[in-house]
């Protein structure tokens, strides 16, 4: 345990809350939830449920069957991904289900090549399996993109595992479909397993579309671990639901270490996620329409930012700019030494809260979520830019 730190993502959020419960106005570009709410067939779905002394019991520790098998439909009609139900755990979000494929692939020794800038949580439960992190640093330079030379040099004798997502959280890069494909038949050929995070799936930009991995490599389907869940795509971070799809007899582990930790997910937030998985996508278009708006907005605001330096982000929610240009400079009498200085300082004195690179293993970047209204966005980075611009 001593080697977890806290998540830095939910550290700013809180310190963010905390200013505004004591009245100030504060911005927040910390947190990775859609603003919007969640869609109302699928609280109405919830609502019905609630009266419904069905859904006040526990459910299978692996979720409702019919969960399970609505999620395996919108699998194929989603990412044309064949499953089946008895591969699929429904879990506290996608969050569980990575922890839970960490659990069950990863032991103790076995390194996990992980691409940064990374998720936040991603080492943390790879180092809680008892797994080592090897990090392979990507840039600008590649689209925030790992390349095959990359992975090879970082491969060796103690690789169990591939942590991969595209789109990323923090950067937005989107791997095209050729790349993935390479990536998957490297780590066929190697024997090496994939943890897959499709978790932005719905939410790709301009060009950019999104390509799953045991889709484009079949073979890979017997080390392949994908991730999933409603929070992103429908509004509902809250509910807590995510799943994983893997191979059948890992899925039974992975039953098996949920059955004696949390067990099942909150029935009623089942019967919302089935609402979700079973009904159209037009709400998650039409939030795609909102974040692509104000992906472009936010990425010509920060370059508008001397020392700010923003790659346009592709998919997800976020931008990830480097920050670099505005270490040394003092900022409201504090000398920049790093972005956690610059976090610091821009929400004490700007009332702006954005996430520093350190957490996702890039310093001198800064994550900004684009999930928040358009007039924030521009009052938001118009303080920012405000602050620098005067020190
Ligand atoms: N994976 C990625 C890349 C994420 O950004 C997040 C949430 O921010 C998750 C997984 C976890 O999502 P959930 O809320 O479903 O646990």
């Given at each position: 345990?001593?080697?977890?730190?806290?998540?830095?993502?939910?550290?700013?959020?809180?310190?963010?809350?905390?200013?505004?419960?004591?009245?100030?106005?504060?911005?927040?570009?910390?947190?990775?939830?859609?603003?919007?709410?969640?869609?109302?067939?699928?609280?109405?779905?919830?609502?019905?449920?609630?009266?419904?002394?069905?859904?006040?019991?526990?459910?299978?520790?692996?979720?409702?069957?019919?969960?399970?098998?609505?999620?395996?439909?919108?699998?194929?009609?989603?990412?044309?991904?064949?499953?089946?139900?008895?591969?699929?755990?429904?879990?506290?979000?996608?969050?569980?289900?990575?922890?839970?494929?960490?659990?069950?692939?990863?032991?103790?020794?076995?390194?996990?090549?992980?691409?940064?800038?990374?998720?936040?949580?991603?080492?943390?439960?790879?180092?809680?399996?008892?797994?080592?992190?090897?990090?392979?640093?990507?840039?600008?330079?590649?689209?925030?993109?790992?390349?095959?030379?990359?992975?090879?040099?970082?491969?060796?004798?103690?690789?169990?595992?591939?942590?991969?997502?595209?789109?990323?959280?923090?950067?937005?890069?989107?791997?095209?479909?050729?790349?993935?494909?390479?990536?998957?038949?490297?780590?066929?050929?190697?024997?090496?397993?994939?943890?897959?995070?499709?978790?932005?799936?719905?939410?790709?930009?301009?060009?950019?579309?999104?390509?799953?991995?045991?889709?484009?490599?079949?073979?890979?389907?017997?080390?392949?671990?994908?991730?999933?869940?409603?929070?992103?795509?429908?509004?509902?971070?809250?509910?807590?639901?995510?799943?994983?799809?893997?191979?059948?007899?890992?899925?039974?582990?992975?039953?098996?270490l949920q059955s004696h930790t949390t067990s099942n997910?909150?029935?009623?937030?089942?019967?919302?996620?089935?609402?979700?998985?079973?009904?159209?996508?037009?709400?998650?278009?039409?939030?795609?329409?909102?974040?692509?708006?104000?992906?472009?907005?936010?990425?010509?605001?920060?370059?508008?930012?001397?020392?700010?330096?923003?790659?346009?982000?592709?998919?997800?929610?976020?931008?990830?700019?480097?920050?670099?240009?505005?270490?040394?400079?003092?900022?409201?009498?504090?000398?920049?030494?790093?972005?956690?200085?610059?976090?610091?300082?821009?929400?004490?004195?700007?009332?702006?809260?954005?996430?520093?690179?350190?957490?996702?293993?890039?310093?001198?970047?800064?994550?900004?979520?684009?999930?928040?209204?358009?007039?924030?966005?521009?009052?938001?980075?118009?303080?920012?830019?405000?602050?620098?611009?005067?020190?």
């Amino acid at each position: 345990m001593t080697q977890i730190t806290e998540s830095p993502t939910m550290a700013i959020d809180a310190k963010a809350k905390a200013l505004k419960a004591a009245g100030a106005n504060v911005i927040g570009f910390g947190a990775g939830e859609p603003d919007f709410p969640t869609p109302d067939h699928i609280v109405e779905a919830a609502a019905k449920a609630t009266h419904n002394t069905a859904y006040h019991r526990y459910t299978p520790a692996g979720g409702l069957p019919e969960l399970r098998a609505a999620i395996a439909t919108k699998t194929k009609r989603d990412s044309e991904l064949d499953v089946g139900a008895e591969q699929i755990v429904v879990t506290n979000g996608g969050k569980q289900a990575l922890y839970n494929a960490c659990m069950a692939i990863v032991d103790p020794g076995d390194e996990v090549i992980l691409p940064t800038p990374y998720w936040v949580s991603y080492p943390e439960m790879i180092r809680l399996a008892g797994g080592e992190v090897v990090a392979i640093e990507t840039t600008e330079t590649t689209g925030f993109r790992a390349t095959l030379d990359q992975l090879e040099q970082a491969r060796g004798d103690k690789t169990k595992a591939l942590m991969f997502t595209s789109p990323s959280n923090p950067t937005g890069a989107v791997y095209p479909s050729d790349e993935v494909e390479a990536i998957g038949r490297w780590c066929v050929e190697h024997g090496i397993w994939v943890i897959t995070d499709e978790i932005y799936e719905h939410l790709t930009y301009g060009e950019h579309t999104f390509a799953s991995m045991p889709v484009l490599v079949p073979e890979l389907a017997e080390r392949c671990i994908v991730v999933n869940g409603v929070a992103k795509a429908y509004a509902m971070t809250g509910w807590r639901v995510g799943w994983s799809i893997a191979p059948a007899d890992v899925t039974k582990k992975m039953v098996s270490l949920q059955s004696h930790t949390t067990s099942n997910v909150s029935n009623v937030a089942q019967v919302a996620a089935l609402a979700a998985v079973s009904g159209d996508l037009e709400a998650a278009k039409m939030m795609r329409e909102a974040f692509d708006r104000r992906r472009k907005k936010i990425h010509s605001l920060l370059n508008d930012i001397d020392g700010v330096d923003c790659y346009e982000p592709e998919g997800a929610f976020y931008a990830f700019p480097s920050v670099k240009g505005l270490l040394g400079r003092t900022i409201a009498g504090v000398t920049m030494g790093s972005a956690l200085d610059l976090a610091d300082v821009v929400l004490g004195e700007a009332r702006v809260a954005f996430v520093p690179g350190e957490g996702f293993g890039a310093p001198g970047y800064a994550r900004f979520s684009y999930a928040l209204s358009d007039d924030d966005l521009e009052e938001g980075v118009g303080r920012f830019a405000e602050l620098i611009k005067s020190s």
